[in-house]
Nanobody, 121 residues
Framework: VQLQASGGGLVQAGGSLRLSCTAS????????WGWFRQAPGRERELLYA??????VYADSVRGRFTVARNDAENTVYLQMSGLKPEDTAVYYC?????????????????WGQGTQVTVSS
């Protein structure tokens, strides 16, 4: 399983970016996947996850970040708008095989390599 994330970059506060994550081997449309980020000196933060239990959005990005999925390309997206300097982090996509048992929202088996997002003030 490989997850290839892309789309990061430098953007001014208030701007927008769209991150992409393309998966191989695992089909995202019927498995669990999510977006995370990690800022320097901080713990990894869940932004969004979808599992058999439904969706979870972090309060810190709700209303500013949205997700989408392109099944034909086995790709998921994180559309970020209203970016703030505190959104600066390395962003990761993650996936796991869907099983009908409870797992923590940040307990994923497969991770992308991360893409840097830097928001300038």
């Amino acid at each position: 399983v490989q997850l290839q994330a892309s789309g990061g970059g430098l953007v001014q506060a208030g701007g927008s970016l769209r991150l992409s994550c393309t998966a191989s081997v695992i089909t995202l449309s019927y498995n669990d996947w999510g977006w995370f980020r990690q800022a320097p000196g901080r713990e990894r933060e869940l932004l969004y996850a979808v599992s058999w239990r439904g969706e979870v959005y972090a309060d810190s990005v709700r209303g500013r970040f949205t997700v989408a999925r392109n099944d034909a390309e086995n790709t998921v997206y994180l559309q970020m708008s209203g970016l703030k300097p505190e959104d600066t982090a390395v962003y990761y996509c993650a996936a796991r095989v869907r099983k009908l048992k409870a797992r923590a929202n940040d307990d994923f088996d497969y991770w992308g390599q991360g893409t840097q997002v830097t928001v300038s003030s």
